[in-house]
């Protein structure tokens, strides 16, 4: 009875670290915290867990014994789908998943986010999933990775309640593109101008440069203008000249790197007037981009996880971005499906980040990389049925 109370005291002390990290993620998490959720000192914690990594790998080993056991069930019914329905399965299932789980899900995706490699059962299924989308729905790897990010823009629309979030079957079948794009891009083109592009400017700053380095070396999460000072050879007081305090130091500096990236695209698509490689382009930059600087994409997630609030600078921020491809809507040369241009755009990025990060992550050559993009716009323009029909 003793020891049945004992794990369960440990379950609880685990949902409360979860729930507790959920809420204001890795950097808030502290073992005196979770204690004072449970109403009990820290000392007493120590008799379930001795130390914070002791919770940490029993957090991980939790929630990866939840994606285990739900994956294996989905994998079970996705072996029984053909055609389409494959995807309605798949993209139901995720959101339930990511509903239900999330908390379990988001702490994974925390803890491998720098790693080389995911855990092998994650890579065991994934590899699953891959193996019965083309054999029973021929639906190739990459074509599983834009689904991942479909995911996504469907649980943002969900989130916000607006209408149009059941548009993704339209968009995964048709794609985006009009019929005013009514040729393939000069593919190699596009991609060897985009390899040729400068992306030093991103680091050209002492000052940005510090802070990105600053970032990147202390995970977001003991940032400070000293530290930052430090990095670039100033004196601490020296950057209150620049900036009033932390948070005001890592917003200007995100809003400067995003309006250095949106102007280097815009200079880059500009060159180009055929409606199928200005659609292109923003794929071959951005992918290009994350390529050439992998560490930016471990970069701006460990931003993220920091938990700085912009509010103030938000709408400025997208609007950077919707600047990038208003003259491909003004042009009329994709049908938004329902989501706004915001959220076609967030597709777009993520499906890329996602892409990159795959190959990278399996060490694939150049070639494969760019073939990977160009299977992306078939995606993005024309849906499953464009992708199908280079198979």
Same mark, same amino acid.
């Given at each position: 009875? $003793?020891?049945? $109370?004992? @794990?369960?005291?440990?379950?609880?002390?685990?949902?409360?670290?979860?729930?507790?990290?959920? /809420?204001?993620?890795?950097?808030?998490?502290?073992?005196?915290?979770?204690?004072?959720?449970?109403?009990?000192?820290?000392?007493?914690?120590?008799?379930?867990?001795?130390?914070?990594?002791?919770?940490?790998?029993?957090?991980?080993?939790?929630?990866?014994?939840?994606?285990?056991?739900?994956?294996?069930?989905?994998?079970?019914?996705?072996?029984?789908?053909?055609?389409?329905?494959?995807?309605?399965?798949?993209?139901?299932?995720?959101?339930?998943?990511?509903?239900?789980?999330?908390?379990?899900?988001?702490?994974?995706?925390?803890?491998?986010?720098?790693?080389?490699?995911?855990?092998?059962?994650?890579?065991?299924?994934?590899?699953?999933?891959?193996?019965?989308?083309?054999?029973?729905?021929?639906?190739?790897?990459?074509?599983?990775?834009?689904?991942? /990010?479909?995911?996504?823009?469907?649980?943002? $629309?969900?989130?916000?309640?607006?209408?149009?979030?059941?548009?993704?079957?339209?968009?995964?079948?048709?794609?985006?593109?009009?019929?005013?794009?009514?040729?393939?891009?000069?593919?190699?083109?596009?991609?060897?101008?985009?390899?040729?592009i400068d992306y030093g400017i991103f680091k050209a700053d002492p000052l940005m440069n510090a802070v990105f380095e600053t970032v990147m @070396?202390?995970?977001?999460?003991?940032?400070? &203008?000293?530290?930052?000072?430090? $990095?670039?050879?100033?004196?601490?007081?020296?950057?209150?000249?620049?900036?009033?305090?932390?948070? /005001?130091?890592?917003?200007?500096?995100?809003?400067?790197?995003?309006?250095?990236?949106?102007? &280097?695209?815009?200079?880059?698509?500009?060159?180009? *007037?055929?409606?199928?490689?200005? &659609?292109?382009?923003?794929?071959?930059?951005?992918?290009?981009?994350?390529?050439?600087?992998?560490?930016?994409?471990?970069?701006?997630?460990?931003?993220?996880?920091?938990?700085?609030?912009?509010?103030?600078?938000? *709408?400025?921020?997208?609007?950077?971005?919707?600047?990038?491809?208003?003259?491909?809507?003004?042009?009329? &040369?994709?049908?938004?499906?329902?989501?706004?241009?915001? @959220?076609?755009?967030?597709?777009?990025?993520?499906?890329?980040?996602?892409?990159?990060?795959?190959?990278?992550?399996?060490?694939?050559?150049?070639?494969?990389?760019?073939?990977?993009?160009?299977?992306?716009?078939?995606?993005?323009?024309?849906?499953?049925?464009?992708?199908?029909?280079?198979?």
């Amino acid at each position: 009875m $003793k020891r049945d $109370k004992h @794990e369960e005291k440990k379950r609880e002390i685990l949902e409360t670290a979860f729930d507790i990290w959920s /809420a204001g993620r890795y950097r808030n998490t502290s073992l005196s915290e979770i204690a004072a959720s449970l109403d009990i000192t820290k000392q007493a914690l120590y008799r379930y867990f001795s130390k914070k990594e002791k919770l940490e790998q029993a957090m991980e080993e939790k929630a990866l014994q939840i994606f285990d056991t739900h994956t294996v069930d989905q994998l079970e019914r996705l072996s029984k789908c053909q055609g389409d329905e494959f995807a309605r399965i798949y993209i139901g299932d995720n959101l339930t998943l990511i509903g239900t789980y999330g908390k379990y899900l988001g702490f994974l995706s925390y803890r491998y986010r720098n790693q080389p490699n995911e855990p092998p059962i994650m890579r065991k299924h994934r590899d699953s999933f891959y193996s019965i989308a083309w054999n029973n729905a021929g639906i190739p790897s990459v074509g599983m990775r834009y689904l991942d /990010a479909l995911v996504m823009l469907v649980i943002r $629309k969900k989130i916000t309640g607006t209408s149009g979030h059941e548009n993704w079957e339209t968009v995964w079948t048709r794609g985006f593109a009009t019929e005013a794009v009514d040729r393939l891009p000069d593919f190699d083109r596009l991609l060897k101008d985009a390899s040729t592009i400068d992306y030093g400017i991103f680091k050209a700053d002492p000052l940005m440069n510090a802070v990105f380095e600053t970032v990147m @070396e202390e995970a977001g999460y003991e940032i400070s &203008l000293g530290r930052v000072a430090k $990095k670039a050879g100033l004196t601490k007081s020296s950057l209150y000249n620049y900036w009033p305090g932390k948070d /005001a130091m890592l917003a200007d500096v995100l809003e400067r790197q995003i309006a250095l990236f949106c102007d &280097l695209y815009i200079e880059f698509s500009e060159k180009y *007037s055929d409606p199928a490689d200005r &659609l292109f382009s923003y794929i071959a930059f951005a992918g290009s981009f994350l390529r050439r600087s992998p560490e930016i994409i471990n970069y701006l997630q460990r931003f993220m996880s920091y938990g700085i609030k912009i509010p103030k600078q938000k *709408s400025l921020l997208e609007e950077y971005f919707i600047q990038t491809i208003k003259p491909i809507l003004d042009d009329g &040369l994709i049908n938004l499906r329902g989501y706004s241009a915001k @959220e076609f755009l967030g597709l777009v990025n993520l499906a890329c980040v996602i892409e990159i990060k795959h190959n990278l992550t399996e060490d694939s050559v150049r070639i494969q990389i760019e073939q990977g993009l160009k299977d992306l716009y078939r995606l993005i323009s024309g849906g499953i049925s464009a992708l199908r029909r280079t198979i």
